[in-house]
Protein backbone atom coordinates (compact mmCIF):
# COMPACT_ATOMS: atom_id res chain seq x y z
CA UNK A 1 0.00 0.00 0.00
CA UNK A 2 1.57 3.69 -0.81
CA UNK A 3 2.83 4.97 2.32
CA UNK A 4 0.42 8.25 1.17
CA UNK A 5 -2.91 6.72 0.95
CA UNK A 6 -1.55 4.52 4.25
CA UNK A 7 -1.26 7.68 6.27
CA UNK A 8 -5.08 9.19 5.14
CA UNK A 9 -6.34 6.08 5.76
CA UNK A 10 -5.20 6.04 9.51
CA UNK A 11 -6.24 9.62 10.15
CA UNK A 12 -9.49 9.05 9.13
CA UNK A 13 -9.86 5.85 11.12
CA UNK A 14 -8.72 8.02 14.07
CA UNK A 15 -11.17 10.38 13.26
CA UNK A 16 -13.72 7.85 13.15
CA UNK A 17 -12.98 6.54 16.70
CA UNK A 18 -13.09 10.28 17.91
CA UNK A 19 -16.24 11.02 16.90
CA UNK A 20 -17.58 7.77 18.18
CA UNK A 21 -16.20 8.63 21.35
CA UNK A 22 -17.95 12.16 21.12
CA UNK A 23 -21.31 11.14 20.32
CA UNK A 24 -21.37 8.39 23.34
CA UNK A 25 -20.97 10.79 25.38
CA UNK A 26 -25.03 11.51 25.32
CA UNK A 27 -26.49 10.01 27.80
CA UNK A 28 -23.45 7.92 28.59
CA UNK A 29 -20.30 7.98 30.44
CA UNK A 30 -16.47 7.53 29.16
CA UNK A 31 -15.12 4.94 31.01
CA UNK A 32 -11.59 5.40 32.31
CA UNK A 33 -8.20 3.84 33.18
CA UNK A 34 -8.46 3.05 37.10
CA UNK A 35 -6.49 5.30 39.28
CA UNK A 36 -6.49 5.66 42.83
CA UNK A 37 -7.98 2.71 44.61
CA UNK A 38 -10.85 3.45 42.49
CA UNK A 39 -12.40 -0.04 40.51
CA UNK A 40 -14.67 2.50 38.42
CA UNK A 41 -13.60 5.67 36.96
CA UNK A 42 -16.14 7.10 34.27
CA UNK A 43 -16.84 10.80 33.27
CA UNK A 44 -18.94 12.87 30.89
CA UNK A 45 -18.20 16.20 29.31
CA UNK A 46 -15.09 16.02 30.91
CA UNK A 47 -11.63 14.36 30.08
CA UNK A 48 -10.10 11.02 31.66
CA UNK A 49 -7.14 12.87 33.31
CA UNK A 50 -9.44 15.08 35.17
CA UNK A 51 -11.06 12.04 36.64
CA UNK A 52 -8.49 10.30 37.21
CA UNK A 53 -6.98 13.08 39.40
CA UNK A 54 -10.27 13.22 41.78
CA UNK A 55 -10.38 9.06 41.94
CA UNK A 56 -6.30 9.86 42.93
CA UNK A 57 -7.40 12.12 45.97
CA UNK A 58 -10.17 10.51 46.22
CA UNK A 59 -7.79 7.39 47.12
CA UNK A 60 -5.91 9.49 49.84
CA UNK A 61 -9.06 10.49 51.76
CA UNK A 62 -11.31 8.54 53.71
CA UNK A 63 -14.80 7.98 52.70
CA UNK A 64 -16.53 10.20 55.29
CA UNK A 65 -14.13 13.01 53.56
CA UNK A 66 -15.24 12.64 50.21
CA UNK A 67 -17.79 15.77 49.74
CA UNK A 68 -14.78 17.77 50.47
CA UNK A 69 -12.23 16.12 48.19
CA UNK A 70 -14.95 16.87 45.27
CA UNK A 71 -15.30 20.56 46.20
CA UNK A 72 -11.58 21.49 46.72
CA UNK A 73 -11.41 19.45 43.43
CA UNK A 74 -14.11 22.01 41.96
CA UNK A 75 -16.73 19.38 41.49
CA UNK A 76 -20.37 19.31 43.38
CA UNK A 77 -21.33 16.36 45.39
CA UNK A 78 -24.35 14.40 43.78
CA UNK A 79 -24.17 11.15 45.68
CA UNK A 80 -22.91 8.25 47.16
CA UNK A 81 -24.23 4.64 46.82
CA UNK A 82 -23.87 1.37 48.05
CA UNK A 83 -22.95 -1.06 45.13
CA UNK A 84 -25.50 -4.51 44.39
CA UNK A 85 -22.84 -6.15 46.17
CA UNK A 86 -22.07 -4.38 49.38
CA UNK A 87 -18.49 -4.48 49.60
CA UNK A 88 -18.11 -0.71 47.77
CA UNK A 89 -19.87 2.42 47.10
CA UNK A 90 -20.52 4.71 44.15
CA UNK A 91 -19.82 8.26 43.72
CA UNK A 92 -21.17 10.69 41.77
CA UNK A 93 -20.79 14.52 41.07
CA UNK A 94 -21.13 17.61 39.16
CA UNK A 95 -19.24 20.31 37.57
CA UNK A 96 -21.26 22.63 34.49
CA UNK A 97 -22.35 20.37 32.67
CA UNK A 98 -20.02 17.25 33.24
CA UNK A 99 -20.60 14.32 35.48
CA UNK A 100 -18.16 11.90 37.32
CA UNK A 101 -18.56 8.48 38.59
CA UNK A 102 -15.97 6.95 40.48
CA UNK A 103 -16.46 3.56 42.44
CA UNK A 104 -14.95 2.59 45.84
CA UNK A 105 -13.84 -0.29 48.10
CA UNK A 106 -15.70 0.01 51.35
CA UNK A 107 -18.80 1.55 52.71
CA UNK A 108 -20.76 4.34 51.56
CA UNK A 109 -20.80 7.62 52.91
CA UNK A 110 -24.14 9.63 54.26
CA UNK A 111 -23.83 11.48 51.26
CA UNK A 112 -26.82 11.92 50.04
CA UNK A 113 -29.93 14.92 48.43
CA UNK A 114 -32.63 16.58 46.41
CA UNK A 115 -32.59 15.55 43.01
CA UNK A 116 -35.65 15.46 40.22
CA UNK A 117 -36.31 11.78 39.65
CA UNK A 118 -35.26 10.48 42.89
CA UNK A 119 -37.89 8.13 45.13
CA UNK A 120 -40.38 9.80 47.66
CA UNK A 121 -42.07 8.59 50.48
CA UNK A 122 -45.39 10.68 51.86
CA UNK A 123 -46.71 9.11 55.06
CA UNK A 124 -49.48 10.44 57.87
CA UNK A 125 -47.29 9.07 60.26
CA UNK A 126 -43.57 9.97 61.75
CA UNK A 127 -41.10 8.72 59.49
CA UNK A 128 -37.78 7.67 60.74
CA UNK A 129 -34.57 7.17 58.38
CA UNK A 130 -33.52 3.62 58.32
CA UNK A 131 -36.60 2.34 59.82
CA UNK A 132 -39.57 0.72 57.86
CA UNK A 133 -42.04 3.10 56.97
CA UNK A 134 -45.55 3.28 58.40
CA UNK A 135 -48.34 1.83 57.08
CA UNK A 136 -51.07 3.91 55.09
CA UNK A 137 -47.69 5.26 53.31
CA UNK A 138 -47.23 5.93 49.52
CA UNK A 139 -44.44 6.04 47.32
CA UNK A 140 -44.11 8.95 44.62
CA UNK A 141 -41.29 10.39 42.66
CA UNK A 142 -39.16 13.80 43.47
CA UNK A 143 -39.34 16.88 40.58
CA UNK A 144 -37.65 20.13 40.24
CA UNK A 145 -35.83 21.91 42.59
CA UNK A 146 -37.19 25.23 42.84
CA UNK A 147 -36.99 28.76 45.41
CA UNK A 148 -39.36 30.13 47.37
CA UNK A 149 -39.70 32.59 49.59
CA UNK A 150 -35.71 32.83 49.61
CA UNK A 151 -35.02 29.20 50.47
CA UNK A 152 -34.83 26.10 48.37
CA UNK A 153 -37.96 23.68 47.90
CA UNK A 154 -38.79 20.45 45.94
CA UNK A 155 -41.89 19.95 43.88
CA UNK A 156 -43.71 16.57 43.61
CA UNK A 157 -47.65 16.26 42.38
CA UNK A 158 -49.88 17.35 45.20
CA UNK A 159 -52.51 13.99 45.20
CA UNK A 160 -49.24 12.19 46.85
CA UNK A 161 -49.58 14.16 50.05
CA UNK A 162 -53.55 14.19 49.48
CA UNK A 163 -56.37 16.62 50.95
CA UNK A 164 -58.73 15.79 53.98
CA UNK A 165 -61.95 16.91 53.80
CA UNK A 166 -61.14 20.30 55.89
CA UNK A 167 -58.43 20.94 53.13
CA UNK A 168 -55.54 20.24 55.36
CA UNK A 169 -53.06 17.82 54.00
CA UNK A 170 -53.50 13.90 54.78
CA UNK A 171 -49.35 12.96 54.30
CA UNK A 172 -48.14 15.74 55.41
CA UNK A 173 -44.57 13.68 56.18
CA UNK A 174 -42.09 12.96 53.44
CA UNK A 175 -38.86 11.54 52.96
CA UNK A 176 -36.19 10.28 50.18
CA UNK A 177 -36.39 6.84 50.27
CA UNK A 178 -34.00 3.95 50.03
CA UNK A 179 -35.62 1.09 49.45
CA UNK A 180 -36.52 -0.64 51.30
CA UNK A 181 -36.72 1.96 54.42
CA UNK A 182 -37.27 5.60 54.58
CA UNK A 183 -33.38 7.12 53.64
CA UNK A 184 -33.56 11.29 54.24
CA UNK A 185 -36.29 12.50 56.21
CA UNK A 186 -37.03 15.79 54.41
CA UNK A 187 -39.85 17.03 56.54
CA UNK A 188 -43.19 18.17 56.32
CA UNK A 189 -45.36 19.71 53.02
CA UNK A 190 -44.58 23.21 52.99
CA UNK A 191 -47.25 24.15 50.24
CA UNK A 192 -49.96 22.07 48.88
CA UNK A 193 -51.58 24.21 45.81
CA UNK A 194 -54.78 21.29 46.05
CA UNK A 195 -55.80 22.76 48.61
CA UNK A 196 -56.59 25.94 47.23
CA UNK A 197 -55.57 26.26 43.85
CA UNK A 198 -57.11 23.02 42.37
CA UNK A 199 -53.42 22.61 41.11
CA UNK A 200 -51.63 19.05 41.23
CA UNK A 201 -48.83 20.21 42.98
CA UNK A 202 -47.03 20.74 46.26
CA UNK A 203 -43.30 21.74 47.93
CA UNK A 204 -41.59 19.80 50.35
CA UNK A 205 -38.02 20.92 52.15
CA UNK A 206 -34.99 19.81 50.66
CA UNK A 207 -32.33 18.88 52.90
CA UNK A 208 -29.37 20.91 53.14
CA UNK A 209 -25.43 20.92 54.57
CA UNK A 210 -22.36 19.68 53.01
CA UNK A 211 -23.52 16.07 53.03
CA UNK A 212 -26.93 16.77 51.83
CA UNK A 213 -26.72 18.59 48.11
CA UNK A 214 -29.48 19.53 46.62
CA UNK A 215 -29.35 19.63 42.42
CA UNK A 216 -30.50 21.23 39.56
CA UNK A 217 -30.32 17.85 37.30
CA UNK A 218 -32.74 14.55 37.13
CA UNK A 219 -30.84 11.92 38.37
CA UNK A 220 -30.71 9.05 35.99
CA UNK A 221 -29.54 6.42 38.38
CA UNK A 222 -25.40 5.24 39.05
CA UNK A 223 -24.29 4.08 35.33
CA UNK A 224 -25.93 7.13 33.93
CA UNK A 225 -24.87 10.52 34.05
CA UNK A 226 -28.04 12.82 35.09
CA UNK A 227 -29.63 15.40 32.65
CA UNK A 228 -29.10 19.34 33.27
CA UNK A 229 -32.14 21.59 33.61
CA UNK A 230 -31.43 24.65 32.29
CA UNK A 231 -34.70 26.15 32.38
CA UNK A 232 -38.11 26.06 31.22
CA UNK A 233 -40.46 24.80 27.99
CA UNK A 234 -44.06 25.15 27.18
CA UNK A 235 -46.13 21.80 26.64
CA UNK A 236 -47.06 22.81 22.93
CA UNK A 237 -48.73 20.24 21.24
CA UNK A 238 -46.70 17.48 19.47
CA UNK A 239 -43.04 18.45 21.54
CA UNK A 240 -41.42 15.66 22.26
CA UNK A 241 -41.03 15.25 25.81
CA UNK A 242 -39.84 12.64 28.41
CA UNK A 243 -40.14 11.75 32.09
CA UNK A 244 -38.91 9.97 34.97
CA UNK A 245 -40.64 7.99 37.64
CA UNK A 246 -39.70 5.54 40.38
CA UNK A 247 -41.84 2.46 38.76
CA UNK A 248 -41.37 3.28 34.82
CA UNK A 249 -37.68 4.48 35.54
CA UNK A 250 -36.05 7.04 33.77
CA UNK A 251 -36.35 8.58 30.02
CA UNK A 252 -39.85 7.46 29.25
CA UNK A 253 -40.21 9.42 26.10
CA UNK A 254 -43.11 10.17 23.71
CA UNK A 255 -45.36 13.49 22.32
CA UNK A 256 -47.76 15.61 23.77
CA UNK A 257 -51.06 14.40 21.54
CA UNK A 258 -53.96 16.00 23.87
CA UNK A 259 -55.71 17.82 26.46
CA UNK A 260 -57.62 15.44 29.49
CA UNK A 261 -60.91 16.40 29.33
CA UNK A 262 -62.63 19.02 32.44
CA UNK A 263 -59.16 19.83 33.44
CA UNK A 264 -57.27 20.31 30.13
CA UNK A 265 -54.03 18.94 31.32
CA UNK A 266 -51.57 17.93 28.56
CA UNK A 267 -51.71 14.36 27.67
CA UNK A 268 -48.72 12.00 26.12
CA UNK A 269 -47.95 9.30 24.25
CA UNK A 270 -46.58 7.93 27.00
CA UNK A 271 -47.79 5.33 29.36
CA UNK A 272 -47.23 5.62 33.16
CA UNK A 273 -47.95 3.91 36.28
CA UNK A 274 -48.73 3.93 40.13
CA UNK A 275 -45.26 5.36 41.57
CA UNK A 276 -44.81 7.75 38.64
CA UNK A 277 -46.29 10.64 40.28
CA UNK A 278 -44.97 13.93 40.78
CA UNK A 279 -41.61 12.65 38.36
CA UNK A 280 -39.99 15.66 36.17
CA UNK A 281 -41.15 16.00 32.77
CA UNK A 282 -38.58 17.49 30.71
CA UNK A 283 -37.58 18.34 27.30
CA UNK A 284 -35.99 15.36 24.64
CA UNK A 285 -32.20 16.38 25.94
CA UNK A 286 -29.92 17.77 23.99
CA UNK A 287 -26.46 16.90 22.96
CA UNK A 288 -24.82 18.54 25.45
CA UNK A 289 -27.21 17.37 28.46
CA UNK A 290 -29.38 19.99 29.15
CA UNK A 291 -32.77 19.81 29.36
CA UNK A 292 -35.84 22.00 29.80
CA UNK A 293 -38.75 22.04 32.80
CA UNK A 294 -41.91 20.90 31.17
CA UNK A 295 -44.43 19.66 34.35
CA UNK A 296 -45.28 17.05 36.80
CA UNK A 297 -46.45 13.92 36.14
CA UNK A 298 -49.66 13.85 37.23
CA UNK A 299 -52.18 11.31 36.14
CA UNK A 300 -52.77 8.30 33.51
CA UNK A 301 -55.74 8.45 30.79
CA UNK A 302 -57.43 5.88 29.63
CA UNK A 303 -56.61 2.38 28.56
CA UNK A 304 -53.10 3.09 27.14
CA UNK A 305 -52.51 4.90 30.66
CA UNK A 306 -51.40 7.61 28.96
CA UNK A 307 -49.30 9.98 30.78
CA UNK A 308 -50.43 13.18 31.58
CA UNK A 309 -48.97 16.29 33.47
CA UNK A 310 -49.58 19.56 35.26
CA UNK A 311 -47.21 22.37 33.29
CA UNK A 312 -44.54 24.22 35.48
CA UNK A 313 -45.41 27.85 34.42
CA UNK A 314 -48.98 27.64 36.79
CA UNK A 315 -47.04 26.40 39.00
CA UNK A 316 -44.34 28.55 39.77
CA UNK A 317 -46.73 31.40 39.28
CA UNK A 318 -48.93 29.94 41.87
CA UNK A 319 -46.47 29.78 44.04
CA UNK A 320 -44.68 32.92 43.46
CA UNK A 321 -41.23 30.88 42.72
CA UNK A 322 -38.13 30.22 40.10
CA UNK A 323 -36.88 26.94 39.15
CA UNK A 324 -33.68 26.20 39.96
CA UNK A 325 -31.33 25.81 36.91
CA UNK A 326 -28.07 24.49 35.88
CA UNK A 327 -25.61 27.05 35.17
CA UNK A 328 -23.37 27.07 31.67
CA UNK A 329 -20.05 25.27 32.26
Not at 52 to 65: K, N, Q
Not at 181 to 189: H, K, L, M
Not at 273 to 295: F, I, K, N, W
Request: charged share 15%.
Amino acid sequence: MDAAIKTVLLAVAALLVTTATASAQLGEYTVCNKAGDATIVAVSVATCDEAGAVATALGATPAEGSAAVLRTAGWAPLRAAASQNGDAYDLTATRGHAALWIRRPGAAPDLDGWAAGRELLFSRGTLVGGQPPPKGSVLCTSAFLIRLSGSLGGLSAAHCGGVRSDRTTSRRNAALRRPPQPGIVVGSVRRNLARTKQIDALVLPVPSGPTRPSSDVIDRGVPRPPWFVVGKARPLLGRRVCYAGRTSGVDQCGRIIRSFPRTHLPCTTITAREGDSGGPVYTAPLPDGTVRAVGITTLVYGLLQSMCFTPIDPVLHALHATLVTSAAP
